[in-house]
């Protein structure tokens, strides 16, 4: 298209040139003069002289000659056109169109990777948020697990201390009403010297089987009266088998016993 285009430029420069030259030269219209010769003049005399030849009488032409055609300008020679010129200017249109598609495509890039670039560290920044969401609250959890634990642990300990306290209040309880029939029976067996006054205190230990029965009664302190000493001895023996204890693990196989005469 370019190619074609820049040959009919150049062809109607030429025609332009060649019809101007052609109007410039045209031929001029001939003109006609005629010439007269002015009346001869009376003869003067004068001194003889030698006669000379006339000269010739110059021969008129009655038809003048035309003017000298003026010169014609040199018509200027048409410019070959460059075969090539089409295909360089083809080119140096593509290499602007292409010069601006690199731009466009470059500008393009710069903003996708600045789009790129902007969504990475958006995403770094929510990663960054959440991670320490998390460790805040894996830290809450663990400190409330901490304090569950604590909690739990502590209510363990005051259960097992309450029971314990519970328990040994009841071990105790009933090691007390183990004792308080051992002595009960034992003491209905006693038989009081006459003339017992006050109220010393005898203790014996006893040693037992498991079914009650008595193998051995040692005086450990004496009350001071020999015969009530002998009188509690005496019961102990006479007891045998003595009450067994309503929760196996209370029985001992050596109990230390207290007697007084007014209990």
Do not use: C
């Not at 009376?42 to 009655?62: C, G, M, N, R, S």
């Not at 105790?172 to 205190?201: C, F, H, T, W």
């Amino acid at each position: 298209m370019a190619f074609a285009l820049a040959i009919a430029v150049h062809a109607a420069f030429i025609a332009v040139l060649v019809f101007s030259v052609r109007w410039q030269n045209a031929p001029p219209e001939t003109v006609t003069a005629e010439l007269y010769a002015p009346p001869a003049k009376a003869p003067v005399q004068e001194a003889p002289v030698a006669p000379t030849e006339p000269a010739p009488a110059a021969k008129l032409d009655p038809t003048p000659e035309p003017p000298p055609k003026p010169m014609a300008k040199p018509e200027p020679k048409a410019e070959k056109p460059d075969p090539h010129a089409a295909e360089i200017a083809l080119k140096a249109k593509q290499e602007e169109e292409r010069k601006k598609r690199d731009a466009i495509e470059r500008e393009k890039q710069e903003r996708e990777k600045k789009s790129a670039e902007k969504k990475k560290n958006d995403e770094q920044k929510r990663l960054a948020e959440i991670r320490e969401r998390q460790l805040r609250e894996a830290e809450a959890l663990r400190v409330q697990a901490e304090r569950e634990k604590a909690e739990r642990e502590k209510a363990a300990r005051d259960a097992r201390q309450t029971a314990a306290a519970a328990e040994t209040a009841a071990r105790s309880r009933a090691e007390a009403d183990y004792i308080r029939r051992i002595q009960s029976k034992v003491k209905g067996n006693v038989i009081l010297p006459p003339e017992m006054a006050g109220s010393p205190e005898a203790i014996f230990e006893v040693v037992q089987l498991p079914t009650g029965e008595i193998i051995d009664a040692v005086l450990k302190k004496s009350s001071g009266v020999r015969a009530y000493d002998d009188a509690v001895q005496r019961a102990i023996v006479k007891s045998s088998p003595l009450p067994r204890p309503d929760r196996p693990e209370l029985f001992q196989r050596a109990l230390t016993l207290v007697f007084r005469p007014q209990d």
